[in-house]
């Protein structure tokens, strides 16, 4: 705490002893008087109308640079800033939804056959029992990002503030990713869209599977299957018997019928390869990072129009002192 006194009456010699009484933390270099307090009030008025001046000066070329200043330093911020809030998040989906669950189911399945109906059950459970640890994995990691883009958001607006003269208002940006906070919260778990994340999982899990039934009811997949081992070879029998049902029951019946066949390891590790398997890892992380920018592109326009507020405030209050 700084005090500082003007006019004639600071000079009496009790005034810091009031001031200690009133204030007892209060140091004595804390006290700051002119060496003739009762001239500095006509010396700030003497100087007032070229203080009036220059503040002028400064608010116009604030409104003017805004634009600019949004585009070329704040903007590619929020961006940068965003990116490391996706990075963290695909990252996490990549060692912990993937490497430890649907890798290893896949490789399971590449090892020991089984039906591609149980597979997509499998695959399901594995992405919905980490729904919780990704919550918690967004919630300890937002704080940490948003901690630092307040604090470059605020040293781009100094060095831009003290430019032109000014000392930018010591007060934060309202961000926080608490909870308890949620309602005057610009990037949260629910801003993210945990949901629409997992939705993103299951329709590449999902796509590849699809893809895999097509192929197994098609010609290829006849072709393959008829290759197979001794004891499954069903050759032209399985393809007369889905066409038989495509006819009869239609597309579903026969995608059920092929879904819920027993392959053997030896088809199931042709039908989902190695190659298959890191394709798969590849594209769950391009649709988790388009899911997070689409989901952070409001956030990065509503801290721009924070940051536009900070200077309209400031911009106020060089109109206020104006209006002497």
């Known amino acids: 705490t700084i005090v500082i006194l003007s006019g004639g009456s600071s000079l009496w010699p009790f005034v810091p002893d009031i001031l200690k009484e009133e204030l007892p933390h209060l140091e004595d270099q804390a006290i700051l008087r002119s060496d003739r307090p009762y001239a500095v009030i006509s010396m700030g008025i003497s100087v007032l109308p070229a203080l009036k001046r220059k503040f002028a000066r400064v608010r116009d070329a604030l409104r003017e640079e805004l634009p600019v200043f949004i585009d070329e330093e704040i903007r590619p911020l929020l961006e940068s800033r965003c ?7 695909v990252a996490w989906s990549r060692a912990t939804i993937f490497q430890q669950g649907v890798g290893p189911v896949l490789e399971r399945f590449r090892a020991k056959g089984g039906s591609l109906s149980s597979l997509r059950k499998e695959l399901k459970k594995q992405v919905t029992l980490r729904e919780a640890d990704l919550r918690k994995t967004i919630g300890d990691a937002l704080p940490l990002l948003l901690s630092g883009l307040r604090g470059e958001a605020r040293e781009l607006l100094a060095e831009w503030f003290s430019a032109h003269g000014i000392a930018l208002p010591k007060r934060d940006f309202p961000l926080s990713a608490d909870p308890a906070q949620r309602s005057d919260t610009i990037l949260s778990t629910r801003a993210i869209g945990v949901e629409g994340m997992f939705d993103a999982l299951q329709t590449v899990l999902g796509g590849l599977l699809t893809a895999v039934t097509a192929v197994l009811s098609g010609g290829a997949g006849t072709a393959l299957i008829a290759s197979g081992p001794v004891g499954f ?12 049902l495509l006819a009869r029951y239609g597309k579903e019946k026969a995608r059920t019928f092929v879904e819920d066949l027993n392959l053997p390891p030896a088809v199931a590790g042709l039908l989902i390869d190695e190659g298959r398997i890191a394709a798969l890892q590849e594209e ?14 409001p956030t990065r326009s509503q801290l721009e129009g924070h940051i536009q507020n900070l200077v309209l405030d400031e911009m106020n209050a060089l109109n206020e002192i104006n209006s002497f």
Do not use: F, K, P, Q
């Open 233 to 244: 070879v069903l050759g032209g029998v399985l393809g007369a018997s889905i066409a038989y």
């Open 83 to 89: 990116a490391l809030v996706e990075d963290r998040i």
């Open 284 to 297: 769950l992380s391009t649709n988790l990072r388009a899911h997070l920018e689409e989901r952070l592109a």
